[in-house]
């Protein structure tokens, strides 16, 4: 049973940082380009970042400069980290591992930025 388990959410100042995981479980996490997306208060999911099975991370234009993802293979977890967080940022952020159509989400953890 293939799992992602998200943990790292939780209520962060504004101007304070964060770092989310996400564990994996039930897949063979190597062969796997892995993603964060999240979804803000009435606003669609949207990415926040991805990285390939190689290691090569994608940012939109919208969020170069601002996350950082990464990977840790033997681990089987992915990583985002932002600091100067702002309230814009308060969302539910999900892990996602895609590979050759084969798409797995995990069920997200919530990151509340207060002002």
């Known amino acids: 049973q293939v799992q992602l388990v998200e943990s790292g959410g939780g209520e962060v100042q504004a101007g304070g940082s964060l770092r989310l995981s996400c564990a994996v479980s039930?897949?063979?996490?190597?062969?796997?380009?892995m993603g964060w997306y999240r979804q803000g208060p009435g606003k669609q999911r949207e990415l926040v970042a991805s990285?390939?099975?190689?290691?090569?991370?994608h940012y939109p234009d919208s969020m170069k400069g601002r996350f950082t993802i990464s990977r840790d293979n033997a681990k089987s977890t992915v990583y985002l980290q932002r600091s100067s967080l702002e309230p814009e940022d308060t969302a539910v952020y999900y892990c996602?591992?895609?590979?050759?159509?084969?798409?797995?989400w995990g069920k997200g953890t919530l990151v509340t930025v207060s002002s």
């Open positions: 039930g897949l063979t996490f190597s062969m796997y380009a």
């Open positions: 990285i390939s099975k190689e290691g090569f991370t």
């Open positions: 996602n591992a895609l590979r050759a159509g084969l798409n797995y």
